[in-house]
């Protein structure tokens, strides 16, 4: 059954759906509807819910829940995620799942509560301390954002990894039908590891202390060996074809704003192809990489001032020309906009 | 009573403690680790431990222990009894860890009145990190970074905790104590006891702040310490129940 939803409250029901049986959150927009929607239906499907003092505790929450060996999940906007760096590296060095959303909004600072894209950097090449990077989808719909976060749950637990939902405020506030995956398909998977007290079992511990670096690189190095089966993950859309006159690379909803610029283009009988990373750690390098092949140039817009496009240009070979449109500050491009300037570079290119 | 204090308690390891000469973490973990054993609680009881020189409670003690970021542990803990049938949660924390950084944390499960048991190591300094300032350092005490001494007017005054958390609603039970001599160890031992039962009989928030010497930091020898404990914390952190919302029998 479809039901008219917004991206927040629709990620909220479908973690809910996923099994998800703890919820920690601080408010912040543009995200409160999740935190609201948690605080009726946590309690109603027998979960855990509360409201913390900060994000700072809301993380550390979080982890304590994940190692107690249920499913739990938060959200914020880019200030709260900023302050649960420390927490998530943690999450990463002790090996527990979570699930996390970030609704991104303007920055630097307190920045704005407009949609912005400018959190790629933070959440794909590291953002807290240490060796990691954090498994991260980016979805451009509504029915797409509740299906990720009901697949997060799985992928979280297979990999004892946090993954993060990487949104933005336009998607968070939408409104479009979804159909809901049904409860009880996902189950939490069994965790012989976690914190349920010592009975008829050694002790379990939940640790990310190393003192001796031996210990330490030992442990580093069976995360790394982790994080290559990660690539099984890997995710995208995409709609080209042999003789490209530009691919168009985007994610959430700027990918969703080029879609319109694409077809009126390919109305006026130009061969215009667009790429959609949907996970963006790891990144669907090869498959970027064959796409570009076949296009005499790309180009990358976002929400931001050009963090996707530093990992689009380290994969598209050289000698094609990588093209950069990006709007920062809570703008949201609008489709005649891009439009434009697409049409500028084909007559360029021309 | 001594033989019984001799015999390792089932729910601590074989590993010997790391602790210095004269430093009361050890003793406090025998009380608590003797106490989870009174009580039955080994197989329900999860430890969440600081960053602090306490970092090594997952080695020492037979029970299931998370690591906590330095200062989280009551965030940490509030989540693992809330999504826990009745298990045992208690969080084991320095006074760095509990009251400079992690100062919102302690103060906010106080309020929530999480059902948990707090056991607070105030040892007036920052220990692991050799040495440094830490909230309770006494006025006039010299440290690694107050080298004159704690000049009041610069650097402020120590923070009472157990006075400070005692008036939340949500705190049943808190008193000071303080382990320099087998008298005090047996009242300590009373204060374990009684803070187990506010969080078996579900009575919220309880804390026993332990007044800890730490030789190593102070630079003093260990009968120093246990001394200046006795004559110098105390004025400061005078010992004695704060909180006490009574047990059901
Ligand atoms: C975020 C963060 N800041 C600083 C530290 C360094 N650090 C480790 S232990 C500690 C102080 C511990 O002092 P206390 O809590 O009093 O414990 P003690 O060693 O005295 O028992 C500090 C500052 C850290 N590990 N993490
Ligand atoms: S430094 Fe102080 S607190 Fe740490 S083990 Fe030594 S005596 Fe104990
Ligand atoms: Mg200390």
Same mark, same amino acid.
């Given at each position: 059954?479809?039901?008219?939803?917004?991206?927040?409250?629709?990620?909220?029901?479908?973690?809910?759906?996923?099994?998800?049986?703890?919820?920690?959150?601080?408010?912040?927009?543009?995200?409160?509807?999740?935190?609201?929607?948690?605080?009726?239906?946590?309690?109603?499907?027998?979960?855990?819910?509360?409201?913390?003092?900060?994000?700072?505790? @809301?993380?550390?929450? @979080?982890?304590?829940?994940?190692?107690?060996?249920?499913?739990?999940?938060?959200?914020?906007?880019?200030?709260?995620?900023?302050?649960?760096?420390?927490?998530?590296? %943690?999450?990463?060095?002790?090996?527990?799942?979570?699930?996390?959303?970030?609704?991104?909004?303007?920055?630097?600072?307190?920045?704005?509560?407009?949609?912005?894209?400018?959190?790629?950097?933070?959440?794909?090449?590291?953002?807290?301390?240490?060796?990691?990077?954090?498994?991260?989808?980016?979805?451009?719909?509504?029915?797409?954002?509740?299906?990720? @976060?009901?697949?997060?749950?799985?992928?979280?637990?297979?990999?004892?990894?946090?993954?993060?939902?990487?949104?933005?405020?336009?998607?968070?506030?939408?409104?479009?039908?979804?159909?809901?995956?049904?409860?009880?398909?996902?189950?939490?998977?069994?965790?012989?590891?976690?914190?349920?007290?010592?009975?008829?079992?050694?002790?379990?511990?939940?640790?990310?202390?190393?003192?001796?670096?031996?210990?330490?690189?030992?442990?580093?190095?069976?995360?790394?060996?982790?994080?290559?089966?990660?690539?099984?993950?890997?995710?995208?859309?995409?709609?080209?074809?042999?003789?490209?006159?530009?691919?168009?690379?985007?994610?959430?909803?700027?990918?969703?704003?080029?879609?319109?610029?694409?077809?009126?283009?390919?109305?006026?009988?130009?061969?215009?192809?667009?790429?959609?990373?949907?996970?963006?750690?790891?990144?669907?390098?090869?498959?970027?990489?064959?796409?570009?092949?076949?296009?005499?140039?790309?180009?990358?817009?976002?929400?931001? %001032?050009?963090?996707?496009?530093?990992?689009?240009?380290?994969?598209?070979?050289?000698?094609?020309?990588?093209?950069?449109?990006?709007?920062?500050?809570?703008?949201?491009?609008?489709?005649?906009?891009? %439009?434009?300037?697409?049409?500028?570079?084909?007559?360029?290119?021309? | 009573?001594?033989?019984?204090?001799?015999?390792?308690?089932?729910?601590?390891?074989?590993?010997?403690?790391?602790?210095?000469?004269?430093?009361?973490?050890?003793?406090?973990?025998?009380?608590?680790?003797?106490?989870?054993?009174?009580?039955?609680?080994?197989?329900?009881?999860?430890?969440?431990?600081?960053?602090?020189?306490?970092?090594?409670?997952?080695?020492?003690?037979?029970?299931?222990?998370?690591?906590?970021?330095?200062?989280?542990?009551?965030?940490?803990?509030?989540?693992?009894?809330?999504?826990?049938?009745?298990?045992?949660?208690?969080?084991?924390?320095?006074?760095?860890?509990?009251?400079?950084?992690?100062?919102?944390?302690?103060?906010?499960?106080?309020?929530?009145?999480?059902?948990?048991?707090?056991?607070?190591?105030?040892?007036?300094?920052?220990?692991?990190?050799?040495?440094?300032?830490?909230?309770?350092?006494?006025?006039?005490?010299?440290?690694?970074?107050?080298?004159?001494?704690?000049?009041?007017?610069?650097?402020?005054?120590?923070?009472?905790?157990?006075?400070?958390?005692?008036?939340?609603?949500?705190?049943?039970?808190?008193?000071?104590?303080?382990?320099?001599?087998?008298?005090?160890?047996?009242?300590?031992?009373?204060?374990?006891?009684?803070?187990?039962?506010?969080?078996?009989?579900?009575?919220?928030?309880?804390?026993?702040?332990?007044?800890?010497?730490?030789?190593?930091?102070?630079?003093?020898?260990?009968?120093?310490?246990?001394?200046?404990?006795?004559?110098?914390?105390?004025?400061?952190?005078?010992?004695?129940?704060?909180?006490?919302?009574?047990?059901?029998?």
């Amino acid at each position: 059954m479809r039901v008219l939803m917004k991206g927040t409250e629709a990620m909220a029901e479908a973690a809910i759906r996923a099994g998800c049986s703890a919820y920690f959150g601080y408010p912040i927009t543009p995200q409160t509807e999740l935190i609201h929607y948690m605080s009726r239906r946590m309690p109603e499907a027998g979960g855990v819910f509360l409201q913390a003092e900060s994000e700072v505790s @809301v993380i550390n929450m @979080v982890y304590g829940a994940a190692a107690a060996g249920v499913r739990v999940m938060t959200s914020s906007s880019s200030p709260g995620v900023s302050l649960m760096q420390e927490g998530i590296s %943690y999450l990463v060095g002790a090996e527990l799942p979570a699930v996390l959303i970030n609704v991104m909004r303007g920055g630097p600072g307190l920045g704005n509560i407009q949609p912005s894209q400018s959190d790629y950097f933070q959440s794909t090449k590291g953002g807290g301390h240490g060796d990691y990077k954090l498994i991260t989808f980016a979805p451009s719909s509504v029915s797409e954002a509740a299906s990720m @976060v009901y697949d997060a749950f799985d992928i979280t637990e297979k990999y004892r990894h946090p993954v993060m939902i990487l949104a933005d405020g336009a998607l968070g506030q939408i409104m479009e039908p979804v159909s809901l995956p049904e409860q009880g398909a996902s189950k939490p998977s069994v965790k012989n590891w976690a914190l349920t007290g010592a009975k008829g079992r050694p002790a379990n511990k939940i640790f990310s202390f190393y003192l001796d670096p031996k210990g330490l690189e030992e442990h580093n190095l069976h995360l790394q060996e982790k994080f290559k089966n990660i690539d099984d993950e890997i995710k995208y859309e995409e709609d080209i074809s042999d003789d490209m006159e530009i691919l168009v690379v985007a994610y959430g909803t700027v990918a969703r704003i080029l879609k319109n610029a694409v077809q009126k283009l390919r109305g006026e009988g130009r061969k215009v192809g667009i790429f959609r990373p949907i996970s963006l750690w790891p990144f669907p390098e090869s498959a970027l990489k064959s796409a570009s092949m076949k296009a005499k140039q790309v180009f990358v817009s976002e929400m931001s %001032y050009g963090q996707m496009l530093e990992d689009v240009r380290r994969i598209v070979p050289d000698e094609i020309e990588v093209k950069f449109y990006g709007r920062a500050g809570g703008v949201v491009p609008s489709p005649n906009e891009l %439009y434009i300037k697409l049409k500028s570079l084909l007559e360029r290119g021309v | 009573m001594s033989n019984q204090i001799l015999e390792r308690p089932k729910s601590l390891t074989q590993k010997q403690f790391h602790y210095c000469p004269g430093c009361h973490h050890g003793i406090i973990h025998r009380l608590i680790a003797e106490t989870i054993d009174e009580f039955d609680l080994r197989e329900k009881t999860i430890i969440v431990q600081p960053v602090g020189c306490a970092v090594y409670i997952y080695e020492y003690f037979d029970t299931d222990v998370s690591e906590a970021a330095h200062g989280r542990a009551p965030a940490v803990a509030t989540a693992i009894k809330r999504v826990s049938k009745g298990k045992f949660v208690l969080t084991y924390q320095g006074d760095g860890d509990l009251a400079a950084i992690g100062t919102a944390e302690i103060v906010h499960a106080a309020a929530r009145g999480e059902n948990i048991c707090v056991f607070f190591v105030n040892n007036a300094i920052y220990g692991m990190t050799g040495g440094q300032m830490a909230p309770t350092t006494l006025p006039g005490m010299k440290t690694a970074t107050t080298p004159l001494g704690r000049d009041v007017k610069k650097q402020g005054y120590p923070i009472k905790v157990s006075e400070m958390l005692a008036p939340f609603e949500g705190v049943s039970y808190i008193e000071r104590v303080m382990v320099s001599s087998p008298k005090h160890i047996i009242k300590a031992k009373n204060a374990v006891r009684k803070a187990f039962k506010y969080q078996l009989q579900e009575k919220g928030f309880s804390l026993v702040e332990f007044l800890s010497a730490c030789p190593t930091g102070w630079g003093m020898p260990p009968v120093d310490a246990a001394k200046w404990v006795e004559e110098n914390m105390t004025k400061q952190f005078p010992l004695g129940v704060y909180k006490e919302v009574g047990l059901d029998d």
